[in-house]
């Protein structure tokens, strides 16, 4: 039998920095890439239906695409009540959009599911995705730079491209794990 849960995840980071491509890629199983360049201009939310590995667990994740402009930020919250995780994506090319990662988790924390006890877990799942491996030599963040911000904030660190379709599905694969790990299934 198929449990299934539903989580809210913000996907957040910078302009450009490929966001909208990712759950493009996501959601057309790496068939679709949009070269277009095509400003968020407000929330999207998709829906994604993952699997959980090694069960008959299904969950489906929410995904909220956001603008990532700076005028948003005060009203993006709003529309984030009771987020589950975070999606943080920065640009190997913008030392610009690795330096804000931080700022985006923070946003995210400030509007995640409150904890149900004192003394129960107050972090969020999430992950650090490292966009546009695929332009190599304009790549100015390096893998361990990407590690060392994302164990900091205790999150999963991938890397790879929306273009080429490259982690995008471990990436959300992991997300929707450790989310299913925290909560307790009827079985
Ligand atoms: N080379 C390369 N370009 C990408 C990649 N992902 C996104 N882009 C490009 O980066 C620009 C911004 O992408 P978009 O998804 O709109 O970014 P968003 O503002 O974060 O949603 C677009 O021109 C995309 O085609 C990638 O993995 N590699
Ligand atoms: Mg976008």
Not at 40 to 57: L, R
Not at 73 to 93: C, Y
Request: glycine content about 6%.
């Amino acid at each position: 039998m198929h449990e299934i849960a539903l989580f809210k995840i913000a996907v957040v980071g910078e302009s450009l920095v490929g966001k909208t491509s990712i759950i493009q890629a996501l959601l057309s199983g790496g068939t679709k890439f949009s070269k277009n360049y095509v400003m968020t201009s407000d929330v999207a939310v998709n829906v994604k239906d993952i699997i959980i590995p090694e069960s008959k667990d299904v969950v489906e994740l929410l995904l909220y695409d956001s603008a990532g402009n700076i005028l948003y930020e005060d009203f993006l919250p709003k529309f984030w009540n009771g987020l589950n995780a975070a999606f943080v994506v920065f640009d190997v090319t913008s030392k610009e959009s690795y330096n804000s990662i931080r700022k985006w988790v923070d946003m995210v924390k400030t509007v995640q599911e409150p904890a149900t006890d004192e003394a129960s877990d107050c972090s969020i799942p999430g992950v650090v995705f490292a966009n546009k491996t695929d332009l190599v030599d304009r790549r100015i963040i390096s893998s361990d730079e990407g590690n060392f911000v994302a164990s900091h904030l205790g999150f999963g660190y991938f890397e790879g491209t929306a273009k080429n379709s490259i982690s995008v599905d471990e990436a959300f694969t992991y997300l929707a794990k450790e989310m299913h790990n925290k909560t307790n299934f009827v079985v």
